[in-house]
């Protein structure tokens, strides 16, 4: 098999993301930009882990002073999450007492997998052990160097009915020795995982051929 290199770039194509254009606010606020939270009024907004985004925005609510649009997010309590849009860039800010998510407080009951090579294709995982144990992997122990050549990546989404409004995005990865990854594109960590995502494709009907494994 042609090896691929991959080099981690700074971005995401959230695929799920529908804008809704058709319900601009009459009463906007006006946010506050204070580094990395917004503040309106008595009340202040923390960015979140930059790996979440919205399933599909609500209303424009508001603006920051710095330009950047200020959305609901639909199926979250405004009083709670918001996000902003600048040049294609979303951010997620929830109050501040608020928990910061990583993926285990996610709880997440569900992976889709995107082959953007096959037109993206989406394969959708629910079975709880195969996702558990792909979240308990991600852990420092697992920490390790981005590998130099790999076989296939595909998008990797988590959502949780917890936070339904939400979904936390990776990158899943397999190399030429059978070593399967899941990559953090904004904090370009990279975690070796066991095999049960992989398995599950397979049980799939997908990557049948993929090196033997």
């Known amino acids: 098999m042609k090896k691929v290199k991959i080099v981690f770039k700074f971005y995401f194509v959230f695929v799920f993301l529908l804008i809704a254009t058709s319900c601009n606010s009459n009463n906007s606020e006006t946010y506050v930009s204070n580094g990395d939270s917004l503040i309106l009024g008595n009340k202040s907004f923390l960015e979140q882990n930059d790996n979440i985004t919205a399933k599909k925005l609500g209303k424009n609510i508001g603006v920051t002073d710095i330009d950047e649009q200020v959305y609901e997010i639909e199926n979250q309590e405004q009083n709670e999450w918001i ?10 800010y929830s ?58 990546a595909m998008q990797l989404v988590f959502e949780s009915d917890k936070y339904p409004g939400l979904s936390m995005h990776y990158v899943f990865m397999h190399d030429d020795e059978g070593n399967c990854f899941i990559g953090d594109v904004p904090k370009q960590d990279v975690w070796i995982i066991e095999h049960e995502l992989m398995n599950a494709l397979k049980e799939k009907g997908v990557m049948k051929e993929n090196n033997g494994h």
Not at 83 to 92: E, H, S
């Open 83 to 92: 996000c902003t849009i600048n040049d294609g860039i979303i951010k997620i």
């Open 95 to 152: 109050e501040v007492n608020v928990l910061y998510l990583t993926l285990i407080e996610f709880e997440p009951n569900r992976i889709i997998i995107i082959d953007e090579n096959s037109h993206e294709e989406r394969i959708e995982i629910d079975d709880i052990n195969t996702i558990s144990s792909t979240v308990s992997c991600i852990k420092n122990e697992n920490l390790v160097a981005m590998p130099e050549y790999i076989s296939m």
